[in-house]
């Protein structure tokens, strides 16, 4: 269970970013952007993801850019998600909610769709919908990880929320409660029926803990609907707390939030380099232990029980933190460099 549970709350993670993506270009807006100056940096920040994810975090991950493989993994979905929500700027905010929420609703019916049953345009419906692999050019393979729908949606909901940044402290609050503690009353009364909202019913378990993971373990390529309500779900309602709380104690996490896509980059690197002094350490050079780390044949004693990964993340994350801090003090040094803007 600590296991699982461990995996889960990381789930918060991508959903959260994405919707927060949506909010912020809202924001973006109130602090002087015209829509047409939003839609084109929204249109190049969306095109520097994708590259990014296909260049820098495939390099991060694998330490090798000879392969002729790659994976369209969170940062080519909340670029395209970015190129999306440019495309319908202009948009009523109203309508550009009722898109995000018709994605986000209606993408389950399409479950049973398989690229397969779709000839020639399947790779399409891949990108779109099902999480598989493509070859978009002959011999260079592509893994739809993070297939479109409806993480497109995801964010341009967030656009629509972030109007109730625009209210009162008090009453935003007020909904913020009220909108998170819907969304998970949301999630349970719909997971319960086991009709729809996810492609993996739950199933009662030889014991209660069990039949609880059951219950909360939902799809999430792509999220489902009932994977969307938990996570956003907790998403809002930690907002709603983060908001109430002292702005001084939550200074280091600030210091991280500051710098979302820096952090994520580095993020991955430096886990990987720690992986292989981990690996090292113990193995000494194998074939494993640089270039296909993480991604062939691994011995079976490789990785730690739960406290030694515990005590890793802690000290990575306070690395990380000092990373950031440096950075983004270099930012505000340098306000001039414009590429600044891109990281």
């Known amino acids: 269970m600590p296991l699982f549970l461990t995996r ?25 952007k015209t829509k047409q100056q939003l839609c084109q940096f929204l249109l190049l920040r969306g095109c520097w993801f994708i590259l990014l994810d296909l260049t820098v975090i495939r390099l991060s991950w694998r330490f090798n850019l000879s392969s002729m493989f790659s994976a369209a993994g969170v940062l ?20 550009i909610a009722a898109i995000g929420i018709l994605l986000i609703v209606g993408h389950n019916l399409f479950d049973n769709v398989q690229a397969e049953q779709l000839g020639n345009i399947g790779w399409l419906w891949a990108i779109l919908h099902q999480r598989t692999m493509i070859e978009p050019i002959s011999g260079f393979r592509l893994f739809i990880l993070y297939p479109l729908i409806p993480w497109i949606g995801v964010m341009a909901l967030g656009y629509a929320f ?15 409660r009220k909108i998170g503690l819907s ?46 309500l938990i996570t956003l779900g907790l998403a809002i309602l930690l907002l709603y707390f983060l908001e109430k709380s002292n702005i001084r104690y939550l ?24 992986a292989i002094l981990f690996a090292l350490s113990r193995y000494g050079i194998t074939p494993f232990t640089f270039s296909q780390l993480g991604i062939s044949w691994k011995p079976k004693s490789f990785g730690y029980d739960l406290p030694i990964v515990y005590l890793i993340w802690l000290l990575i994350t306070f690395l990380l933190y000092i990373i950031c801090d440096w950075f983004a003090k270099y930012k505000k040094k340098h306000k001039s460099k414009w590429w600044l803007n891109y990281l």
Not at 9 to 20: E, S
Request: net charge positive.
């Open 76 to 95: 080519w979905v909340i670029g395209c998600s970015m190129i999306f929500l440019a495309a319908i700027i202009y948009l009523p905010t109203r309508i």
């Open 162 to 176: 972030g109007t109730l940044f625009e209210m009162e402290k008090y009453r935003r609050l007020q909904l913020l």
């Open 183 to 228: 969304m998970l009353v949301a999630f349970i009364i719909i997971r319960a029926t086991n009709i729809y909202g996810d492609p993996n019913p739950w199933s009662i378990q030889s014991n209660f803990p069990d039949t609880l993971l059951s219950f909360i373990d939902c799809h999430k390529y792509p999220p489902s609907l009932l994977y969307l």
């Open 251 to 274: 200074k280091p996490l600030i210091i991280l939030g500051q710098q979302p896509l820096f952090f994520y980059v580095i993020h991955v690197y430096l886990i990987h380099l720690t």
């Open 8 to 32: 889960w709350i990381t789930h918060i993670c991508a959903p959260t970013f994405i919707f927060l993506a949506g909010i912020g270009a809202y924001l973006s807006l109130k602090r002087g």
